[in-house]
Each structure stands twice: as structure tokens, then as C-alpha cells.
């Protein structure tokens, strides 16, 4: 196993070190993303127990960079972990064992803060990220990772059957009722506010049976303050509250060059199931991230949650070619 030199320190990522990431980036990646890697330094700066970025430095030079951040809940998590975005080093740096101890120190911090694992994502094809996540303890996850393509229609039709289906056409009927209005245009949605939290937090607690009202306050703080772009709505019945979605667009999580739309919670009040809500805040938020250019969007579900999987694949959503990794931690505090 490769060893450091003991000329190498691993610190915290700093201001200036943006020039020397974006070039350690950019041999990943083939494109700079300056933006994503300055925003992200930016507010690590403000936040750095939610946001946990390293360096290590060979020869008083940046040699590899990791970028960490602490989720609380997405996906329907119980517990709180952290997630690796970003994980590179310089190529004439590597071998010589610089991202394993980049993937030391995230560690050693998530113990510190009682975080019982990592997670991350990466494509099937980026088979050196898969070869490294293989020998430094990682797993597959009993996580699948869905997408669907925001360009494709949600099918509306009372019986949901597929536009694309073969039918046989009897021409002595009447001719029957076509798509109709959206569910969107049935069920009113909006941008969602500070005001909704309370009654998100109670549609969440009806759901998991825990109050995530700390979890929730912060996804909407983290918008405020720029950090994610926020899409996240909520969808209303006789003017109240009935469930709402959480999303954000990313640059630059995972390698992705392109923009992408991650969507970590969804909730709808048990007694407004089956009314067509999860629907429309799906074909809100799908509509409005078609006008923000993005093309697809993803998330996260537990295998055996039947339920759940049932739900995303009638709307549309598949497997991706991405896949989730995590790895315990022993010994956190």
C-alpha cells in the first residue's frame, strides 16, 4: 500500500486554492468547473462542520482535493452520513496514496461528528473512481439510484395507460376523452416558502412517525443562502398544505459536467393520497427545470422499498447508469 511522504500535510481547502482545484479538476473531468468548485469553497468557508473539504499538499504544492458534505435526511435516511462529491488528485501525484488519505481525513471528521458512514455515487464507466472506491472499503449500496429525462411527458390519462401503446381502434365509437388537464394545472402548486414549514413538517412526521422539522428548516436555509438552487415545491388542496418536494440542481456532484436535478424528499399527506398530489408536484417541478435548461432528473431509493420504487416507475423513472456507494465507519464517537 502506497504511503505518503512526509513532506505531504492534509488541511482544510482554502480561498486560494481555487486556481490549482480547478486544474486537478479539469484532468477528471475534461472541462473546468470553476463556478461549481469556487461556490462549493465558498460555502464550505461559512459552513465547514456541513461541509467537510481537504487538500493534501505534496512538496508545498496541492496535489488532490476532496470535497464532502453532511446530509441529515434526503432519501428517506433515518440517520445523517456524509457524501463525498468531488474525490481527485494531480496525475503526476497519483500513487503515491494521496486519496486514500484524503478519504482518511473525511473520515476521522465524519467519526468526530458521530456520522456512521460515506456515501457516493459514480458511473459504471469511470472505472479508476470504481477501482478506488472497491480497495478503499466501499460498498455497493442497497440503494438504486432513479432518473428520469425531464423532456419526457407525464402520461395523464385517467387510466395512465402509455400514449405510445398499441391499440386496436374501433372507429364506431365515440371518440374518447384525450390527455385532459394536467395534473398540475387540477392541483395548484407553488414555490415553496418559509411559512410551509410547519406544515411540511407535520405531512413528514405523518409519514416517517419522527419529527425532521430541523432537517426541513435547513434544506430551505440552504437555498436562501444560495448554496443550492433551489426548484423545491409544495401543492395545495381547499388552501391548505398536502405535500411538497425538495429538489436542487447541481453542476458538478459525482463528475457530472452537466446540470442535473436531484430530488431528496417527497412527501404527501396520507389522507390526499391517491389524488393525483405526488403527480403534479412531479410535472411542476419536471416543467420548471425544463425552463432552467436541465435535462434530467434523480434520485435516490431503498431497494426494498417497494412502495416507493412503485411510485417513481410509474412516472416515468428508471434505473441510471450511476451507482451508490457507502461505507461504514467504526469507531465514531
Known amino acids: 500500500m502506497p504511503t505518503m511522504p512526509a513532506t505531504s500535510e492534509i488541511r482544510r481547502l482554502r480561498g486560494d486554492d481555487l486556481d490549482r482545484m480547478v486544474v486537478i479538476d479539469r484532468a477528471h473531468s475534461g472541462r473546468s468547473r470553476r463556478p461549481f468548485l469556487g461556490k462549493r469553497l465558498a460555502i464550505g468557508a461559512i459552513a465547514p462542520a456541513e461541509h467537510l473539504q481537504f487538500g493534501v499538499e505534496l512538496d508545498g504544492r496541492l496535489a488532490g482535493l476532496l470535497l464532502g458534505r453532511v446530509q441529515r435526511g434526503e432519501f428517506g435516511r433515518i440517520d445523517s452520513s456524509v457524501v463525498i462529491d468531488v474525490i481527485g488528485v494531480a496525475a503526476e501525484s497519483r500513487g503515491r496514496g494521496c486519496g486514500r488519505a484524503l478519504l482518511e481525513a473525511v473520515s476521522a471528521e465524519a467519526r468526530s461528528l458521530g456520522l456512521p458512514r460515506l456515501h457516493s455515487q459514480a458511473e459504471w464507466t469511470m472505472f479508476g473512481l470504481l477501482r478506488f472506491f472497491a480497495g478503499t472499503g466501499f460498498e455497493l449500496s442497497h440503494r438504486l439510484v432513479l432518473e428520469r429525462p425531464v423532456d419526457r411527458p407525464f402520461i395523464e390519462i385517467g387510466d395512465e395507460k402509455r400514449a405510445d401503446e398499441p391499440t386496436e381502434v374501433d372507429y364506431g365509437r365515440p371518440p374518447g376523452p384525450d390527455y385532459g388537464p394536467l395534473a398540475r394545472d387540477r392541483i395548484p402548486t407553488r414555490t415553496m416558502s418559509n411559512a410551509d414549514l410547519a406544515a411540511m413538517a407535520a405531512i ?52 457530472r459536467t452537466e446540470p442535473a436535478a436531484e430530488l431528496d424528499t417527497l412527501g404527501v399527506s396520507p389522507e390526499c393520497r391517491s389524488r393525483g398530489v405526488g403527480r403534479a408536484l412531479l410535472s411542476q417541478l419536471s416543467a420548471n427545470l425544463a425552463s432552467l435548461r436541465v435535462e434530467r432528473i434523480a434520485t435516490e431509493v431503498d431497494w426494498s422499498d417497494r412502495d416507493v420504487l412503485g411510485f417513481f416507475g410509474r412516472y416515468g423513472f428508471a434505473p441510471s447508469r450511476t451507482l451508490a456507494f457507502e461505507r461504514e465507519l467504526a469507531g465514531r464517537r
Request: hydrophobic share 45%.
Open 204 to 255: 413528514d412526521r405523518e409519514i416517517t412517525g419522527r419529527d425532521r422539522s430541523a432537517y426541513l428548516a435547513a434544506k430551505f436555509a440552504a437555498t436562501l443562502a444560495g448554496s443550492d438552487v433551489g426548484v423545491s415545491l409544495v401543492a395545495e388542496l381547499d388552501g391548505r398544505v398536502v405535500g411538497f418536494v425538495t429538489a436542487r440542481v447541481g453542476v458538478g456532484e459525482f463528475g
